[in-house]
């Protein structure tokens, strides 16, 4: 069964740290990109980055560029998102998604990615 469970989420205060973990079971990552999705209150879901299956290439969108990094650990069948000086802007449930196999899509729409995770609830408040 394929499954991606993320992991890290909580409550930071503006300017602090969190690393989120998106672990993948029932299939292996690496050969698949993994994306970074978020979802604010009231908001669409908004990709935010996206790393692909050999580390070469990656992607943020500028409201998060210079502040978060992907990073993956095949042997862990894991995905990495270290976030830094986060802002209450920054406040969101995050999920993180990739596509099936021999359909690689490296990007932001959603609609091409197959598995989702059910989210972890990353809260920037002072």
């Known amino acids: 069964q394929v499954q991606l469970v993320e992991s890290g989420g909580g409550l930071v205060h503006p300017g602090g740290s969190l690393t989120l973990s998106c672990t993948a079971s029932?299939?292996?990552?690496?050969?698949?990109?993994i994306a970074w999705f978020r979802q604010a209150p009231g908001k669409e879901r908004e990709g935010i980055s996206c790393?692909?299956?050999?580390?070469?290439?990656?992607i943020y969108v500028n409201a998060v560029k210079d502040r978060f990094t992907l990073s993956r650990d095949d042997a862990k069948n894991t995905v990495y998102l270290e976030m830094n000086s986060l802002k209450p802007e920054d406040t969101a449930v995050y999920y993180c998604?990739?596509?099936?196999?021999?359909?690689?899509?490296?990007?932001?729409?959603?609609?091409?990615?197959?598995?989702w995770g059910q989210g972890t609830q990353v809260t920037v408040s002072s």
């Open positions: 998604a990739t596509h099936r196999s021999g359909h690689y899509y490296f990007g932001f729409q959603a609609e091409s990615f197959d598995y």
């Open positions: 790393i692909s299956p050999d580390e070469i290439s990656t």
């Open positions: 029932g299939f292996s990552l690496n050969s698949h990109a």
